[in-house]
């Protein structure tokens, strides 16, 4: 049986739906399998965490565990579980000294164990009678998407392979982040109520030169002390593919240019931008260079606005 899922985030049994999800992110960071390829206790500890976050992010399933319906793992509470300690609460056994067939409590009320049993309650009929809860559906599966940084940003449908051996393709929602789920109804686990459902937990990878910020996307791009000074176009890699960027004569360091559209998805539609950073590279040990510079005089002082 799966630990406490709240023990399991290291959060509050009233946490709220944010800090469960900011629980799960800092751990889901720490014990990815790809960040502890030498530690195989972490893909256990990751499962754990994985499938605790499934139940907990669930507002049905986690209702249901915090009354006691179901366990960690997303099955049916074993029901002889309640009472059973000393205090001879009526769903539990015990020996009884005055013979009465070996149940605690003073006579047994055989609706009530029954409905104990079943999760039902009194009165669920005309009669009076307990009414049986309906059966439950099977357990939910946890799965783990890893997805570039490009396919995230361009939204490119993903294969993923099901226990059973089936594959799907998903098409990833909009604005899809780290810590995303998907739920796809009925590719869980068979029970007497229903398939359950597959949970697919998304992880966004790094990219070496794309940032995303909010819903845009940053880059630094190196240019040459000529595109600086003269301008001109200049090859820049979108998620997209590259586009030409037009740089304007004069360009230093640190300024930044924007191309429309070329940014992270956005959850009401449309797309952030592409924010450029451009980059002055000086070759080093480059003799011509040197030469130039030190023949070249100006008036300009960079640094006046900073003195005094």
Partial sequence: MANDPYQTLGVARGASEAEIKSAYRKLAKQLHPDANKDNPRAADRFSDVTRAYDLLSDKAKRAQFDRGEIDADGNPAMPFGYGGGGGGGRGGFRGDPRGSGGFGGEGVDFSDLFSDLFGGGRGGGPFGGARSAPPPKGANIPYRLAVSFVDAAALTPQ???LVDGTTIDLKLPAGVE?????????????????????????????????????????????????????????KVPTVDGPVLLSIPPGSTSGKVMRLKGKGWSIKGGGRGDQLVRLMVDLPPDDAALAAFAAGWSSAHDPRAGMNG
């Fill in 159 to 161: 294969r993923i392979t």
């Fill in 178 to 234: 780290t810590g995303a789920q998907m739920r796809l109804a009925g590719k869980g686990q068979a029970g007497p109520g229903g398939t359950g459902d597959a949970i697919v937990t998304i992880e966004v990878r790094d990219h070496p030169h794309f940032v995303r910020d909010g819903t845009h996307i940053r880059i630094d791009l190196p240019i040459t002390l000529r595109e600086a000074v003269l301008g001109g176009k200049v």
